[in-house]
């Protein structure tokens, strides 16, 4: 008899605590609009958000709440824009809270639910990425408007319309073919370093670095290119002359 009270016991008290899948880490950048911390309960037994409560806290103070019995939040005024991630998947177990990125402040986090006499804490830290390969951003992530096209025609434009002056007036129609090509090839070099360059400044995080490098490379190829022309052509030179 003892040992069965025991065992009723240890069930009965197993039931009354929720479990949770764990998330120990959760990362953001300065590319995230929206942080989600997550939260989720693994063995509810009502499914029923009416007879829930959820808490979070941040460094032990509550800064967002949801009573299901009333349908009422809570949200800190430092986080107005404090909300479960999603309201119809609390009955599953899900209370992952939402945040906005630039109120989301690095830190330890608990996520306390109540279901009835039921109920668990779960813990997530929110750390911020560092490391990311440094790069200038312009504007926030989603907006290719028209103005971002707009410059970047500009900024092609411009460099073709460069290049097209400074031929027009430093090259004469003398010059051999080689020379033409190898300034044809520093012009594709330059447009692609620069079309790289501008998709890189609207994306976050930066993308299409390779294009900044190829373009780039394709100059330092040419310049290469130029100098063994010209070293082969003054060789010719001299040998002219001595003749």
Same mark, same amino acid.
């Given at each position: 008899? #003892? ?8 069930? #009965? ?42 808490? #979070?806290?941040?460094?032990?103070? %509550?800064? @967002? ?19 479960? *991630? ?42 911020? %990425? ?30 073709? %319309? ?34 790289? @360059? ?18 780039? *490379? ?12 010209? @070293? ?12």
């Amino acid at each position: 008899q #003892w040992l069965v009270t025991t065992i009723v016991l240890e069930l #009965w008290c197993g039931s009354a605590q929720l479990m949770f899948s764990v998330t120990d880490v959760v990362e953001k950048t300065e590319c995230n609009k929206t942080v989600i911390l997550p939260c989720h309960v693994i063995n509810l037994k009502g499914n029923n958000a009416n007879v829930m409560f959820v808490t #979070w806290k941040k460094q032990g103070k %509550r800064i @967002f709440s949801f009573d299901g019995a009333r349908q009422q939040f809570y949200r800190d005024p430092t986080v107005p824009s404090a909300n479960l *991630a999603s309201l119809a998947d609390l009955p599953k177990g899900i209370a992952s809270l939402m945040l906005d990125g630039a109120e989301a402040a690095v830190g330890n986090y608990s996520c306390e639910v109540t279901e009835l006499n039921r109920e668990g804490e779960t813990t997530v830290e929110l750390r911020q %990425r560092i490391g990311e390969l440094p790069a200038i951003v312009l504007e926030p992530v989603g907006r290719e408007n028209k103005q971002n096209l707009m410059g970047k025609r500009k900024i092609t434009n411009m460099t073709v %319309r460069y290049f097209k002056l400074k031929i027009q007036k430093t090259v004469i129609p003398s010059l051999p073919q080689t020379t033409f090509a190898l300034i044809g090839l520093q012009i594709l070099g330059y447009i692609i370093a620069v079309v790289g @360059f501008a998709l890189c400044v609207s994306a976050c995080p930066p993308l299409h670095g390779s294009v900044v490098i190829a373009g780039l *490379a394709i100059m330092a190829i040419a310049n290469l290119l130029s100098l063994a022309y010209v @070293f082969i052509m003054d060789l010719k030179k001299m040998k002219d002359l001595k003749v």
